[in-house]
T-cell receptor, first 115, second 111 residues
Framework: KAGVTQTPRYLIKTRGQQVTLSCSPI?????VSWYQQTPGQGLQFLFE???????NKGNFPGRFSGRQFSNSRSEMNVSTLELGDSALYLC??????????????FGNGTRLTVT | QKEVEQNSGPLSVPEGAIASLNCTYS??????FFWYRQYSGKSPELIMF????GDKEDGRFTAQLNKASQYVSLLIRDSQPSDSATYLC???????????FGKGTTLSVSS
C-alpha cells in the first residue's frame, strides 16, 4: 500500500511569492492534516480536512489556506510568503473516523525555503 | 503553559539501558495520547497510542498514562543505537480533528 505522497520535496521561493503544496493520502484515508515543523516551534497544526470539508484550523494567519478534493487529495497554499514561513510542511492522513484507532501517517514533507 | 510539554534533552543512555521519556499536558479533557519517533531528516512515525490509565506494552516499548497527574511517559527497554531519534508526544484534541504535539525529546543511545 502506498504511503502519503507529498510534492514537491523541496521548494525555494522569494518573499512575497505564493506557493502550493500537494498531498496524496493513503488509499482509503479520508482525513488529511497539514503541519508546519520548525526547529523553534516544533510541529504545529495548520488545518484538517475530511471529505472536502475543513473541520479544524490552527492558529495561523489567513495567508495559509488549503482544500481537499473529492479523491481526498489535498493542497495547501501560502500567499505573500515571509521569511518565517521557511519550514518543513508535513501532510498526514488517517481514516478520520476514530482517530485513536486510525492514527496519523505522515508523508516525507515539503521543505520550503523563503529567501 | 504550553498544551504539551516535553524536556528537549538530549537524553543520553548507554546501549541496553532503559530510556524514560516524559510528557505533561494541560488539557484535562484530553483522552488519547500518541508517541511518534522522528529520525533526523525524516517524517514522524507512530510508535504507540494510549487512552486508558495505566501501562500499555508493545515489544520493547511501554507507554504509561496517568490522567489524574496529566502525564504520559514512554519507556524503551534494552535501548539500541537505532533508537536514537527525537520522540514526540501528542494528544488528540477533544474534537478528534487534530493532534497537538510537544516539541520532542532527543534521545541518544551510545554503544
Amino acid at each position: 500500500k502506498a504511503g502519503v505522497t507529498q510534492t514537491p520535496r523541496y521548494l525555494i521561493k522569494t518573499r512575497g511569492q505564493q506557493v502550493t503544496l500537494s498531498c496524496s493520502p493513503i488509499s482509503g484515508h479520508r482525513s488529511v492534516s497539514w503541519y508546519q515543523q520548525t526547529p523553534g516551534q516544533g510541529l504545529q497544526f495548520l488545518f484538517e480536512y475530511f471529505s472536502e470539508t475543513q473541520r479544524n484550523k490552527g492558529n495561523f494567519p489567513g495567508r495559509f489556506s488549503g482544500r481537499q478534493f473529492s479523491n481526498s487529495r489535498s493542497e495547501m497554499n501560502v500567499s505573500t510568503l515571509e521569511l518565517g514561513d521557511s519550514a518543513l510542511y508535513l501532510c498526514a492522513s488517517s481514516l478520520g473516523t476514530n482517530s485513536y484507532n486510525s492514527p496519523l501517517h505522515f508523508g516525507n514533507g515539503t521543505r520550503l525555503t523563503v529567501t | 503553559q504550553k498544551e504539551v510539554e516535553q524536556n528537549s534533552g538530549p537524553l543520553s543512555v548507554p546501549e541496553g539501558a532503559i530510556a524514560s521519556l516524559n510528557c505533561t499536558y494541560s488539557d484535562r479533557g484530553s483522552q488519547s495520547f500518541f508517541w511518534y519517533r522522528q529520525y533526523s531528516g525524516k517524517s514522524p512515525e507512530l510508535i504507540m497510542f494510549i487512552y486508558s490509565n495505566g501501562d500499555k506494552e508493545d515489544g520493547r516499548f511501554t507507554a504509561q498514562l496517568n490522567k489524574a497527574s496529566q502525564y504520559v511517559s514512554l519507556l524503551i527497554r534494552d535501548s539500541q543505537p537505532s533508537d536514537s531519534a527525537t520522540y514526540l508526544c501528542a494528544l488528540l484534541n477533544q474534537a478528534g480533528t487534530a493532534l497537538i504535539f510537544g516539541k520532542g525529546t532527543t534521545l541518544s543511545v551510545s554503544s
